[in-house]
């Protein structure tokens, strides 16, 4: 009987159990490289306010000369 049952399900149990690990540490390496996109997008968005705001600064300063 542990031959027959016992044995192949505790090797499918190992196996099962590897994959889920192996899928655990996927997981945690996509979660990781998903929050780094998350701060170089934040990054990007507070670079193109600045960049906006300056072009808004030469764009008066522009304005005023021409007036």
Not at 12 to 24: A, V
């Amino acid at each position: 009987f542990h031959f027959s049952v016992l044995r192949p399900l505790d090797n499918s149990i190992s196996r099962i159990e590897k994959m889920m690990d192996k899928f655990e540490d996927r997981a945690n390496r996509e979660e990781q490289a998903r929050h780094e996109v998350e701060i170089r997008l934040a990054e990007v968005d507070q670079r193109a306010r600045s960049a906006h705001a300056r072009l808004d600064e030469l764009t008066s300063v522009l304005a005023a000369q021409n007036n």
